[in-house]
């Protein structure tokens, strides 16, 4: 499909020549960048992805296709969804560039943002006209790819709803809204350099990645339950005016003037000029104003860097500030090298961002699937409200939160800079389940407690003070839990193993019986939370337990760890 | 050696933001000179070779190889510099032969010509066995010499080299300073940037030493000997204001008290 594009291209390039763009050059950036687009992973299904990284590869090109097909497809039932055809194809079009948008900032960031270009492309004779032509050219090939497979589904549907004349006019359509998502995303580009550095505008994408995720997770699982699809069907965002300066609808219009003429007003027919100028003004925008500017905002970026070493007027050291989770530290894990343990998996976990794009997700989760199962329910809201109320759901909500922990547990021993992790085997550290244990309390305290403790004062607010004890109960037995996990599942000290390691068949096995283990001990508690006093009773139980867990955990020794070679 | 100058440096000054990194540096560098370029983090020294290789397009002053203006015609200038910079990078996707067919085709070398002369050097640095192979498994030092390499490529008529040994075995050491004279010989200008002091005194036959922006000692290390202290590590520790007492390492041993 590359070579096949970069011919496509090739056709253009006497045109080109014309304009003082080195075509040979140009020719010889695209190659290489494709073939190097090739080569590397994708980022943008990074958390879904855990079993091709886990055999070390990089994901295959193909599933990463079929998966753009698969959306393409979700997508393109929305165009039967609507019984208004501009309406289907207005939803359908601000969801198509949505996803490209997104796509394309999450996926292709990395590739943009590669600083290596600066060393090795600008001290070649290359000039800035085609360096920028490259990069616009290497951006549309992955777009128009995306676009094509993003948008097979619909081109397909369309030719059912609409009839065959449709098709070749759904393509431009497609191209067009292509076209406006690269102006949105160079927009958002711009501004972001403008503002942040590189580095900073990396851990924003993260986020976005993140949040992106939590979307699609929380959109399956919670809009067929909020939203009534009949009603959704009538709906009619067009009545309102101000709907058409939307660009989606611009495009839509296109259909709606050229394929049902009767149908065209006014307002759609000046919609669909739009809809057919605009994108193509967006590219003369982008070409000659904003990717020069782009260019020269990474060039600075790239090369100014290594020459701010501030000199630190002497004597003038930062005060501490008050360091809240660095006494908390201090409190739960005297311990130096407990303490260490517990700071550096801290530190890192907040910091590294695969970690973040892999666990932070999993902390939405929970509460979303909790939603899902309540509401789930027959009835109305204020019903299925009552229903929730008298009977001890949060006892559920409590053990699902363990989930959590696991989560983080499967990932805190994996990065892919684990080189640094050497200083824990080249210093003498005898114990290294202080570490562990450091890193377990690190965990538990800065990620389950608080998490635990949301969901107790909600519980509290919902089902009244008398959960507390419940709370507790399952809070520690969570906590017990989760040093089970890590006794058995995490072999690896925080962060010191290269993602690619397998888990094998028999962990995953050893994980169920745990997770069992604690189902029915999360059902005892669930026909046990009639008897207050019963619970009473167990907390200091379930408080010994643990500290008894901890007291072996933190007696690992060197046999009982994996290590990594270096 | 020839009378005009390749390279002419006027009243070169650049700024980041209020800080001025280069102040009214002015230089002539003349055909088959090896210039040793020293000088302490921070100095400049960085900003001098990105400016020299087109990296940093805006600046304050002239900067001329070889009659060309660097802000008239960069394009022109680039194809007679070959650079190797000093954080090793390239694209360790690729394969050795692979990246250097996409630097050579850059600089218009025609695709024969650039194959067998990637071989050649790819087998005379000892890569030969490792040219198809992906360069993300390659040690700092097999990449090191991939970028030497792709420094050299087109035969260029200026050849900047910014801490070209670090990753690079005893060997290999010894084999990339007899290159840099034997270059030298061949007419080829050199600008070498280290901090490898006992390294520039012996390659280069010209030492600048450039302290806050500017140049405080231009000559031999003949005569920087003669007018300071007699190794290159003393000249500079002297010229860079690095004080003659112990009184740093007093620090370091008392931090232990």
Redesign the interface.
């Known amino acids: 499909m590359d070579k096949l594009l970069l011919r496509l291209v090739s056709l253009l390039m006497p045109a080109l020549q014309k304009t003082g763009v080195d075509t040979?050059?140009l020719y010889?950036?695209l190659?290489?960048k494709l073939?190097?687009d090739g080569?590397?992973p994708h980022a943008m299904f990074a958390g879904r992805r855990k079993a091709s990284t886990a055999n070390g590869k990089a994901s295959n090109p193909i599933m990463v296709s079929l998966v753009t097909v698969l959306m393409g497809i979700f997508l393109g039932v929305v165009l039967f969804l609507f019984k208004m055809p501009l309406v289907a194809q207005t939803v359908y079009f601000s969801m198509f560039m949505v996803l490209m948008a997104l796509t394309l900032i999450t996926d292709f960031t990395s590739v943009l943002l590669d600083?290596?270009d600066?060393?090795?492309?600008?001290?070649?004779?290359?000039?800035d006209r085609t360096l920028a032509l490259s990069r616009i050219l290497h951006i549309s090939i992955y777009v128009f790819r995306l676009a094509f497979l993003q948008g097979l589904a619909g081109i397909i549907i369309i030719g059912f709803t609409d009839g065959l004349l449709a098709v070749p006019l759904f393509v431009l359509q497609i191209i067009q809204a292509t076209f406006l998502s690269i102006l949105l995303v160079n927009v958002v580009y711009l501004v972001m350099m403008k503002l942040v550095s590189p580095q900073k505008f990396k851990d924003i994408i993260s986020y976005i990645q993140i949040a992106f995720s939590v979307l699609i997770f929380g959109a399956y699982y919670l809009l067929p339950r909020l939203i009534d699809m009949s009603v959704l069907a009538k709906i009619d965002i067009l009545h309102y005016t101000v709907s058409y300066f939307l660009p989606p609808v611009w495009i839509a219009a296109i259909n709606e003037v050229l394929i049902h003429p009767p149908r065209a007003t006014l307002l759609t027919s000046i919609a669909a000029i739009i809809g057919v100028t605009i994108p193509l003004a967006g590219l003369w925008l982008v070409a000659s104003v904003l990717a020069p500017g782009f260019n020269k905002q990474l060039?600075i970026a790239a090369?100014?860097d290594?020459?701010?070493?501030k000199p630190i007027a002497p004597g003038s050291v930062k005060k501490p500030k008050f360091n809240l989770i660095g006494r908390l530290a201090n409190l739960v894990a005297s311990d130096p090298v407990e303490n260490a343990g517990f700071r550096i998996t801290w530190k890192l976990a907040a910091r590294i961002r695969e970690f973040k794009i892999k666990v932070y997700p999993a902390l939405v989760y929970v509460p979303i699937y909790f939603l899902y199962t309540t509401l789930s329910g027959k009835g109305n809201l204020d019903q299925r409200m009552y229903k929730i109320q008298h009977y001890p759901a949060y006892i559920i909500l409590i053990y699902l939160s363990t989930f959590t922990i696991s989560a983080i547990l499967q990932n805190i021993s994996f990065t892919e800079k684990y080189k640094p992790a050497w200083v824990y085997y080249a210093l003498p550290i005898t114990t290294p389940g202080k570490i562990l244990s450091g890193m377990y309390k690190a965990i538990a305290t800065l990620y389950y407690l608080p998490y635990c403790l949301v969901i107790g004062a909600v519980s509290i607010a919902i089902w009244g003070p008398q959960v507390i004890n419940d709370l507790i109960l399952a809070f520690f037995i969570g906590l017990t839990y989760g040093i089970l996990m890590a006794l058995f599942m995490v072999k690896g000290l925080p962060f010191s193993k290269p993602v690619l390691v397998k888990q094998s068949g028999g962990r995953i096995a050893t994980s169920l019986v745990i997770t069992g283990f604690v189902g029915i001990v999360g059902f005892g508690h669930y026909y046990l939370s009639k008897w207050e006093t019963v619970i009473w009773i167990l907390v200091p139980v379930s408080i010994a337990l643990y500290c008894l867990m901890l007291y072996y955990y933190k007696r690992q020794t060197w046999e009982n760890i994996e290590l990594e070679e270096f | 050696m020839s009378e005009v100058p390749l390279i002419q440096i006027q009243n070169l000054s650049k700024s980041?933001g209020s800080?001025l990194?280069l102040k009214n540096l002015s230089l002539d560098i003349y055909p088959g000179q090896v210039i040793g370029y020293i000088g302490p983090?921070?100095a400049g020294k960085?900003?001098t070779v990105?400016i020299l290789?087109?990296?940093?397009?805006d600046f304050e002053g002239e900067v001329l190889v070889d009659g060309i203006s660097m802000q008239h015609d960069p394009?022109?200038i680039?194809?007679r510099?070959g650079?190797v910079?000093e954080?090793a990078?390239?694209?360790d996707?690729?394969t050795p032969m692979?990246y250097l067919d996409?630097?050579g085709?850059?600089?218009?070398m025609p695709e024969d010509q650039l194959h067998t002369r990637a071989g050649k050097l790819l087998t005379a640095f000892g890569l030969g066995n490792n040219k198809d192979d992906?360069m993300d498994t390659f040690s700092k030092g097999m990449k090191q010499k991939v970028l030497l390499i792709s420094g050299i490529i087109h035969n260029p008529q200026i050849i900047i080299l910014d801490e070209p040994l670090s990753g690079l075995d005893a060997n290999a050491v010894i084999m990339i300073k007899e290159l840099i004279m034997r270059l030298s010989q061949e007419g080829k200008t050199i600008f070498y940037c280290s901090h490898m002091m006992d390294v520039v005194e012996k390659v280069s036959d010209r030492i600048l030493l450039i302290n806050k922006g500017e140049i405080i000692a231009d000559g031999t290390f003949e005569s920087l000997k003669q007018s300071h202290a007699d190794t290159l590590e003393r000249v500079f520790a002297k010229l860079t204001g690095r004080n003659e007492s112990d009184s740093e390492t007093d620090a370091i041993i008392n931090a232990f008290d």
Do not use: C, W
């Not at chain 1, 290594?306 to 070493?309: A, L, P, R």
């Not at chain 2, 085709?105 to 218009?108: A, G, I, R």
């Open positions: 040979k050059q010889e950036i190659k290489v073939l190097m080569r590397r600083v290596r600066q060393y090795i492309l600008l001290p070649r004779p290359v000039n060039a090369t100014s290594g020459n701010v070493n | 980041y800080k990194v983090n921070g960085s900003t990105k290789t087109g990296l940093i397009p394009q022109e680039k194809k510099i650079y910079p954080n990078e390239l694209y996707v690729l692979e996409f630097v085709k850059l600089y218009d992906r």
